[in-house]
């Protein structure tokens, strides 16, 4: 009968005590199955999500400009303001929006007064706001003609053209500008100091939207800032009680302590919706007014944690897709299927007790400050059924362990291993079997 040395006993007696385990221990006790997962605790899929129709970011075409408070308007008037026999003089202005046609004007300029008015040699004050360019024409003429009788009727040479209308003031603050140039960083390293971009734009009413801020300011924001956009409208004093109701709850998470005033209201634009809903903007919300604010704001906190046998370490979530638990447990160890697969971590690095790769995962996935859900995945089962893919949430903490049996056939290894090492080393030939 052959005899079999103590260390092969207590391999064999530790391995029937770790086999005979449900291989949940006490990290996965009440832990849940990725079936039992309940609704509140299943986060909202980003896949389904399409981006929006970015001309819904722009404000309606005005096909022609309506005069304002602030305009400055260019006139000729015959014999009165100018010589008939003298040709109106021609200018190109310097200074109007970058990038914008370059319009020629005539006349001397007048600015139209903050009621609405534009004042003209010899004649009482004209309102002009609301009406277009060749209607404030008509209106000069009529005036002049008809009114004062101080042109004859089929003497009128009259031009009016916009020199320079009233600029809103627009401010883009951006949290995603980091370099002039690209840059690669590994997704484990987090920046300690990030300088914020700022720009004011002078915007034409036609032209002041969310979508003409963006594109002046570097394009849609990057996929290190959220997937929305907040803007701070200013709101009358008439609608001061009503002011903070527009903002959309539909989105989750705080509003900027920097946008909170109560003359104002937030609207948070999201740039990706589900298809058939409604989007949960307006178009009175994308056009922006003198001292609006547009605020792209930093992803923070869209991340999610590992522990375990996995390195520890924190790492981005995709912003515009899913990431299930296969995929997270390769990206936070750079191997196709985990430790398994040739890990970074020094965990796995060889040896003969690392043959055996470990597929019990914890998941501890919290919905509040008081409550969690930790749910429990097999890494085999996810390889044949998709529904044990969990979905990661931000903050899920993701803890890889080995099962009982795991365990034990890699300390069956680790001693065997040894053993016959030291047989070997010492010169007395196969020790496990005597």
């Given at each position: 009968?052959?005899?079999?040395?103590?260390?092969?006993?207590?391999?064999?007696?530790?391995?029937?005590?770790?086999?005979?385990?449900?291989?949940?221990n006490?990290l996965?006790?009440?832990?849940?199955?990725?079936?039992?997962?309940?609704?509140?605790?299943i986060?909202?899929?980003r896949?389904?999500?399409v981006?929006?129709?970015?001309?819904h970011l722009?404000?309606?075409?005005?096909?022609?400009?309506?005069?304002?408070?602030?305009d400055?308007?260019?006139?000729?008037i015959?014999?009165?303001?100018?010589?008939?026999?003298?040709?109106?003089q021609?200018?190109?202005?310097?200074?109007?929006?970058?990038?914008?046609?370059?319009?020629?004007?005539?006349?001397?300029?007048f600015?139209?007064?903050?009621?609405g008015?534009?004042?003209?040699?010899?004649?009482?004050?004209i309102?002009v706001?609301?009406?277009?360019?060749?209607?404030?024409r008509?209106a000069?003429?009529?005036?002049?003609v008809?009114?004062?009788k101080?042109?004859?009727?089929?003497?009128?040479?009259?031009?009016?053209?916009?020199?320079?209308?009233?600029?809103?003031?627009?401010?883009v603050?951006?949290?995603?500008?980091r370099?002039?140039?690209?840059?690669?960083?590994?997704?484990?390293?987090f920046?300690?100091?990030?300088?914020?971009?700022?720009?004011?734009?002078y915007?034409?009413?036609?032209?002041?939207?969310?979508?003409?801020?963006?594109?002046?300011?570097?394009?849609?924001?990057g996929?290190d800032?959220?997937?929305e956009?907040?803007?701070?409208?200013?709101?009358?004093?008439?609608?001061l009680?009503t002011a903070?109701?527009?903002?959309?709850?539909k989105l989750?998470?705080?509003?900027?302590?920097?946008?909170?005033?109560?003359?104002?209201?937030?609207?948070?634009i999201?740039?990706?919706?589900?298809l058939?809903?409604?989007?949960?903007?307006?178009?009175?919300?994308?056009?922006l007014?003198?001292?609006?604010?547009?605020?792209?704001?930093?992803?923070?906190?869209?991340?999610?944690?590992?522990?375990g046998?996995?390195?520890?370490?924190r790492?981005p979530?995709?912003?515009?897709?899913?990431?299930?638990?296969?995929?997270?447990?390769a990206?936070?160890?750079?191997a196709?299927?985990?430790?398994?697969?040739?890990?970074?971590?020094?965990?796995?690095k060889?040896?003969?007790?690392g043959?055996?790769p470990?597929?019990d995962?914890?998941?501890?996935?919290?919905?509040s400050?008081?409550?969690?859900?930790?749910?429990?995945?097999?890494?085999?089962?996810?390889?044949?059924?998709?529904t044990?893919?969990?979905?990661?949430?931000?903050?899920?903490?993701?803890?890889?362990?080995?099962?009982g049996?795991?365990?034990?056939?890699?300390?069956?290894?680790n001693?065997?291993?040894?053993?016959?090492?030291?047989?070997?080393?010492l010169g007395n030939?196969?020790a496990?079997?005597?």
């Open positions: 009968m052959p005899y079999h040395s103590p260390s092969l006993r207590f391999c064999i007696m530790l391995a029937m005590v770790l086999c005979g385990s449900a291989g949940c006490s996965t006790k009440n832990a849940l199955r990725p079936c039992e997962i309940p609704i509140e605790a986060p909202e899929s896949s389904r999500r981006p929006i129709d970015h001309r722009g404000a309606p075409i005005e096909h022609e400009h309506r005069v304002m408070a602030g400055v308007l260019g006139v000729y015959a014999d009165i303001v100018g010589k008939r026999d003298e040709l109106p021609v200018s190109y202005p310097s200074f109007r929006t970058k990038n914008a046609p370059i319009e020629p004007f005539v006349g001397l300029p600015k139209v007064e903050s009621d008015t534009l004042h003209l040699p010899y004649v009482d004050a309102h706001e609301g009406l277009t360019i060749p209607d404030v008509e000069i003429i009529h005036t002049y008809a009114d004062k101080l042109i004859k009727p089929g003497r009128d040479n009259v031009a009016v053209s916009l020199i320079t209308p009233k600029y809103h003031r627009i401010y603050v951006r949290q995603d500008t370099y002039n140039v690209p840059g690669l960083q590994a997704p484990d390293q920046e300690i100091s990030r300088r914020w971009s700022g720009t004011t734009l915007l034409e009413p036609k032209e002041a939207s969310v979508l003409t801020s963006l594109m002046m300011t570097g394009g849609l924001p996929i800032a959220m997937n956009i907040w803007v701070m409208k200013g709101v009358p004093e008439e609608n009680e903070c109701l527009p903002i959309i709850e989750e998470g705080p509003a900027p302590i920097m946008l909170s005033k109560e003359d104002s209201k937030l609207v948070r999201p740039l990706h919706h589900t058939g809903e409604a989007l949960p903007f307006s178009k009175d919300d994308v056009v007014g003198n001292g609006d604010v547009v605020f792209l704001p930093r992803r923070d906190g869209d991340t999610f944690m590992t522990g046998m996995l390195p520890a370490g790492f979530l995709p912003r515009d897709r899913d990431l299930e638990i296969l995929e997270a447990i990206i936070s160890t750079g196709n299927f985990g430790p398994a697969g040739g890990s970074r971590s020094p965990n796995f060889g040896g003969g007790g043959l055996i470990p597929t995962v914890v998941i501890v996935r919290r919905i400050e008081t409550e969690q859900y930790k749910i429990c995945v097999d890494l085999k089962k996810c390889l044949d059924d998709p044990q893919r969990v979905r990661i949430a931000p903050g899920d903490l993701i803890v890889l362990k080995f099962k049996k795991e365990l034990a056939g890699n300390l069956a290894l001693l065997f291993n040894l053993n016959f090492t030291l047989s070997r080393v030939g196969p496990i079997v005597q």
